[in-house]
């Protein structure tokens, strides 16, 4: 790239960071002491505030680099990821939303525990939360690492690194000094950007072709070399049989994974009333489902415009396939057009990465301090010691995050991301599920729901193509491929409900029949929730 584009884009990205930084120093003014304005941002957002937040926290890099390059890559088959998380929304809406807000108070281990023993309950929910939020953290790393080495214009692993390095070091500033408040704001700021972005994009890829979509899937099909095969099921995952597994083990993870994603779970908290959250998700799902739509017609256009090839030369995962059609749209490189085009796409791409992992480390760190170190301690947690211990916790999720995310470089940021939805559906799922509508569901049972999901899902990944076997694993030169399927969502998210009823049919504990009937008219009614 020039240095037009390089110097145009790191001033956008710079401005957004002064932005962002100045609502982080502003809200840290404000008392930040309590666990409530820490954690939940004092219960004070509107549902269409927290609806912009939640697609804000939603719509991540995965979603406007990996889902669009992945389309103009595979066609048909790379629309699974847009379908998957649109769809995923209806389950958030339908099963979760309200009843997560009227029995829980900042994490997904509190709804559990509401009937349980708190002390298993609250580490084993807590392991999972900071598992599955790692591994969404380091796809949003991923994709910094693969922006920054197309602004720059190579692939020099210097940039990268401290690209990734950079992302981790502004994401605990903003869950330090800010907590939810600050991440909010910034999420919704986001929010509007991306979506103007996308909106603005896409109506340059339908005017280039006049309106005319049918004629852009057939342009798109002819420029990637696969002819009608491009817009059919089956280019990339049906092959054979493994494959078209995978297809299935993915779209199980994506529908089912969202209502188990920490980060999503706790933006409920955050509206004064269980009513509020519902319609947090209804503005969630309009702005979201708006926005997956048009990924559609980015990716086909990237296909048409841009070409597969130099899409796969630029990124070989196909990450860089937005900037890159934002280029040619504005009148290719070297112009004008150009060059402001794919500074405004590189910025927001910024600004996505760093909202979206805000959002995620404050979710983290919440396990970290209000699962794990308050269950681990002795005596209750004082307020103040446990908002202290999420602030610290937050360094350490960063510091993890920035070792994986230079690992995992070289892998696309949307199927990471599947990867994470595969363990949130595997281990959340079942025990919020279980804990919500079954009678009998006893503390055994809440803990081998969480490990019989969990532990499943982080082996088999560690056992398949991904991290071993093949040119485009994490460790290429070795082989300890056992598990064929890259998704492991298909044996790890029945295994997850298995070992929830086997541990309850087993427990000799009594289930507590008042707890029960106490949590259920809470988490119908919102008598007695925080």
């Known amino acids: 790239m020039t240095g037009d584009h390089q110097t145009l884009a790191l001033l956008l990205f710079s401005t957004f960071v002064a932005v962002t930084l100045g609502i982080t120093t502003w809200v840290s003014r404000h008392r930040q002491g309590s666990a409530e304005e820490f954690y939940a941002g004092g219960r004070l957002f509107s549902p269409m505030e927290n609806g912009f937040a939640i697609a804000g926290d939603y719509m991540s890099a995965a979603s406007f680099l990996g889902i669009s390059g992945l389309i103009a890559l595979y066609g048909y088959d790379g629309m699974l990821y847009s379908v998957g998380f649109l769809v995923a929304w209806l389950v958030v ?15 997904l281990a509190d709804v559990v525990a509401a009937r349980m023993r708190e002390r298993p309950v609250r580490i084993a929910a807590g392991t999972s939360s900071v598992t599955v939020s790692v591994l969404y953290l380091v796809a949003q790393m991923v994709g910094a690492g693969s922006l920054v080495a197309l602004l720059l214009g190579g692939t020099t692993e210097a940039a990268r690194t401290w690209t990734v390095i950079g992302v981790g070091a502004l994401m605990v500033i903003y869950v330090s000094l800010g907590g939810m408040r600050a991440t909010t704001w910034i999420q919704i700021v986001k929010a509007v950007l991306l979506l103007g972005g996308t909106v603005a994009l896409t109506t340059l890829v339908l005017v280039r072709f006049h ?43 994506l529908v089912l994974g969202t209502a188990g994603l ?3 779970l706790s933006r409920f908290y955050t509206v004064p009333t269980a009513r509020a959250a519902r319609r947090s ?122 070792g994986l995310g230079l690992l995992a470089r070289d892998l696309n940021v ?50 398949s193509p991904v991290v071993s076997g093949s040119p485009q694993s994490l460790f290429p030169h070795v082989d300890f491929q056992y598990f064929p399927l890259q998704n492991p969502g298909l044996v ?39």
């Open 211 to 253: 309106g005319d979509f049918d004629r852009l899937l057939r342009t798109a099909a002819e420029r990637s070399g696969h002819g009608e095969a491009f817009l059919a099921p089956g280019l990339a995952y049906g092959g054979d049989w493994t494959s078209r597994f995978d297809f299935i083990s993915l779209g199980l993870a």
């Open 414 to 463: 949307a199927f990471l991301v599947g990867l994470a939805f595969a363990v949130a559906a595997s281990a959340n799922l079942p025990v919020l599920l279980y804990s919500l509508f079954w009678r009998g569901f006893t503390t055994r049972g809440a803990v081998w729901a969480v490990y019989g999901g969990l532990v499943p899902a982080v082996a088999l990944v560690l056992l």
């Open 93 to 107: 809406l339908f099963l979760v939303a309200e009843l997560v807000r009227n029995c829980g108070r900042f994490t």
């Open 492 to 530: 790890s998210v029945p295994l997850g409900f298995l070992a929830g009823w086997l541990g309850t049919v087993t427990s000799p504990e009594v289930p507590d029949k008042a707890k029960h009937a106490e949590t259920e008219v809470r988490s119908l009614t919102g008598s007695g929730a925080v």
């Open 262 to 264: 920490p980060h999503i």
């Open 281 to 402: 998700v209804v503005w969630s799902i309009g702005l979201i489902g708006g926005f997956y739509l048009m990924t559609i017609v980015l990716g086909f256009g990237a296909a048409a415009l841009v070409g597969p090839d130099a899409v796969r030369a630029s990124n070989a995962a196909g990450n860089t396939a937005v900037p890159l059609l934002a280029l040619d749209l504005g009148g290719g490189a070297g112009s004008t057009g150009g060059t402001v085009l794919f500074a405004v796409v590189a910025a927001i791409a910024f600004a996505t990465i760093l909202a979206v992992v805000a959002g995620i480390t404050l979710a983290s760190s919440a396990s970290v301090a209000h699962d794990l170190y308050a269950s681990l301690r002795r005596r209750e947690a004082e307020p103040r010691s446990e908002v202290a211990v999420a602030r610290i916790a937050a360094v350490g999720v960063g510091a993890v995050a920035i």
